[in-house]
């Protein structure tokens, strides 16, 4: 389980060409904070949940393949198979929360102002709404840097640095079948812990 949500955490994290982006546009400071702070969330998630919510039921790779394939059918049904039961759990799931979000992405992400800057409670704020909303990959950086222009301090900028690319609603919701419930919660306030880290980090780095 825990190698899985490695696989899941560091796949938007550790883009590389993001990555560059991030430098190019934000700022270097800010790309070595994504790195460091994605290595502590990929590896202290994965630790975490590996540790503390072991798998009750782990699976047996023991049997043969051949076996395995002969009793489910050949390459294609099984193929097929397995992409209607993605596309029936999946899509609906993604639909209904990218609709939800965007009905009111007003509330999340409301407008900012020089006032805002670096308060803590904004930190806080959008740290728990980055790990909400469904962005594409590299949209991040577009996000952040126009928030930026109107007066969002460092802080949570970075929180967002992380919170906004590691997960949202729509992707938990995706994977709600292949994890227990009570990870998803603890990988949710793992990230949201770390992104608030990282925005005190670049809070008292930038003082």
Known sequence: MGAALAFFLG????????????GFILGWQFAVLRVVAGILTVFGVASLVDRFMPEDHP?????????????EG????????????????????????????GAVRGWLF?????????????????AVVGALFIIPSFAEVPIIKTMMSFGL??????????????????????????FPTKV????????????????ATAMILAA
């Open 11 to 22: 796949n938007p994290l550790f883009n590389p060409a993001t990555i560059v982006l991030i």
């Open 59 to 71: 699976q047996d790779f023991t049997a043969p393949l051949e076996a395995q394939s002969a009793e």
């Open 74 to 101: 050949s390459l294609w049904i099984r193929w097929l198979r397995t992409l209607w039961s993605i596309t029936i759990n999946v899509v609906p799931a993604f639909v209904l929360s990218v609709f939800v979000l």
């Open 110 to 126: 409301p407008a900012i102002s020089p006032e805002w800057g670096n308060h803590v409670l904004l930190m806080l704020g959008l």
């Open 153 to 178: 301090g460092v802080g949570p900028a970075a929180a967002l640095l992380i919170t906004l690319p590691a997960i949202s609603l729509s992707s938990l919701i995706m994977v709600r079948k292949e």
């Open 184 to 199: 998803l919660w603890l990988v949710m306030g793992l990230v949201v812990l770390i992104g608030i880290l990282t925005g």
